[in-house]
T-cell receptor, first 113, second 111 residues
Framework: KAGVTQTPRYLIKTRGQQVTLSCSPI?????VSWYQQTPGQGLQFLFE???????NKGNFPGRFSGRQFSNSRSEMNVSTLELGDSALYLC????????????FGPGTRLLVL | GENVGLHLPTLSVQEGDNSIINCAYS??????FIWYKQESGKGPQFIID?????DKRQGQRVTVLLNKTVKHLSLQIAATQPGDSAVYFC??????????FGPGTRLSVLP
């Protein structure tokens, strides 16, 4: 069974631009969670989607948004990029939404200049 | 959820020795825990999990111990190998909540 895939793997943007990242979960998984990973803050939860609905949301500004499609693929969008948004963005999928093992993708490395 | 990520402790062990990585979790209501391994340039990889109705669980060369009284989780790796060098994270959750990750511990295996 294929693992979680994320595209693109690397991205360079400039301040003020917006970006869309994509995540395809493991086949059969309906829950997709997004995380931001930085050296200073570690792994921080952004949001979780299950059956096209946002189930949980972390403490990030409204510039960070996401959505999930009927095939469980998910996208996250960051608008008006800031230098501090440079990070590794990780997507994790699970069969169901709560207390099930999450499996991570390789991440998208975003650099904001 | 809270997240502490300002300091990354490091554990250095000799190849062949056993490693013990510790994690103090924050929420006494947490009842499901996972250990992940993250190698450079990769996403976290699932190692082993444990639910709060257990205090010990074993996998291949790994054992997770859970002490709910002091809110402590540990990961034991037997006969540590160079391929075990990575950052290890514990993650906790309770029903309906997102996972909260610890700051991570860097394991360095010395030849």
């Amino acid at each position: 069974k294929a693992g979680v895939t994320q595209t693109p793997r690397y991205l360079i943007k400039t301040r003020g631009q917006q970006v869309t990242l994509s995540c395809s979960p493991i086949s059969g998984h309906r829950s997709v969670s997004w995380y931001q990973q930085t050296p200073g803050q570690g792994l921080q939860f952004l949001f979780e989607y299950f059956s096209e609905t946002q189930r949980n949301k972390g403490n990030f500004p409204g510039r960070f948004s996401g959505r999930q499609f009927s095939n469980s693929r998910s996208e996250m969008n960051v608008s008006t990029l800031e230098l501090g948004d440079s990070a590794l963005y990780l997507c994790a999928s699970a069969t169901d939404s709560f207390q099930e093992t999450q499996y991570f993708g390789p991440g998208t490395r975003l650099l904001v200049l | 959820g809270e997240n502490v990520g300002l300091h990354l402790p490091t554990l250095s062990v000799q190849e062949g020795d056993n490693s013990i990585i510790n994690c103090a979790y924050s929420n006494s209501a947490s009842d499901y825990f996972i250990w992940y391994k993250q190698e450079s340039g990769k996403g976290p990889q699932f190692i082993i999990d444990i639910r709060s109705n257990m205090d010990k669980r074993q996998g291949q060369r790994v054992t997770v111990l859970l002490n709910k009284t002091v809110k402590h989780l540990s990961l034991q790796i037997a006969a540590t190998q160079p391929g075990d060098s990575a950052v290890y994270f514990c993650a906790e959750t309770s029903y309906g909540q997102n996972f909260v990750f610890g700051p991570g511990t860097r394991l360095s295996v010395l030849p």
